[in-house]
């Protein structure tokens, strides 16, 4: 094989870089190290300046299609956060009432509110993901008070497999109970006891 190659790849090289012009002894393999340097150099090039105008060139396509940008910008923008922040990452695990009065389910806190919804709804909001199962790629952004959510001790990789499995995998639980936190309770409905009972 080395001989094959050197056939073929020493006739192409100008004879001031040929071995045997210096020297009276012909160097098995020279025209594979000529071939592996020249590939080398040529990927190189080809990824610096050929990929690059592909990216640029796909970026433009994918941007300029009239569904497909919006899509494309909101995806552009997730990588360009998790890619520039290595440190985003969701916070903590937490129960919240969702759909509906009564009914729990679990998130995972991403961040407290920022920018216009703070403003809207104030700084005691986070914001919530609440993943679909079994796929938790997708769900819910809802924003609650920090006040009505339940803060659980499990990782987000326990709520991550809970999720996954559809709650066949629940992790153990610790003697720590987690610090319960409720909507609060009105006394509307309720009856007060005597001092007697």
């Known amino acids: 094989?080395?001989?094959?190659?050197?056939?073929r790849v020493k006739p192409l090289l100008p004879p001031i870089i040929q071995p045997e012009t210096y020297t009276n002894i012909a160097i098995p393999g020279f025209g594979v190290i000529v071939m592996i340097v020249a590939l080398t150099i040529l990927g190189a090039v080809t990824t610096n300046l050929l990929g690059r105008s592909i990216v640029r060139g796909a970026d433009r396509l994918l941007s300029s299609v009239p569904i497909v940008r919006n899509v494309y910008a909101a995806f552009k923008q997730l990588i360009e956060v998790l890619t520039n922040n290595?440190?985003?990452?969701?916070?903590?695990?937490?129960?919240?009432?969702?759909?509906?009065?009564?009914?729990?389910?679990?998130?995972?806190?991403s961040s407290n509110a920022k920018g216009e919804i703070a403003h809207r709804l104030g700084d005691d909001f986070v914001g919530v993901f609440v993943p679909t199962t079994p796929n938790p790629t997708s769900g819910f952004l809802i924003y609650v008070r920090e006040s009505e959510c339940i803060e659980m001790n499990m990782s987000i990789e326990d709520g991550a497999k809970m999720i996954l499995s559809a709650g066949l995998v629940v992790p153990e639980h610790g003697d720590e109970a987690p610090e319960q936190r409720s909507l609060p309770l009105t006394d509307e409905g309720t009856e007060k006891l005597s001092e007697d009972a």
């Not at 094989?1 to 056939?7: C, G, P, S, T």
């Open 86 to 109: 290595q440190q985003a990452s969701y916070d903590r695990v937490v129960l919240v009432e969702y759909p509906k009065v009564g009914s729990w389910c679990i998130g995972f806190v």
């Open 1 to 7: 094989m080395i001989n094959f190659i050197d056939n």
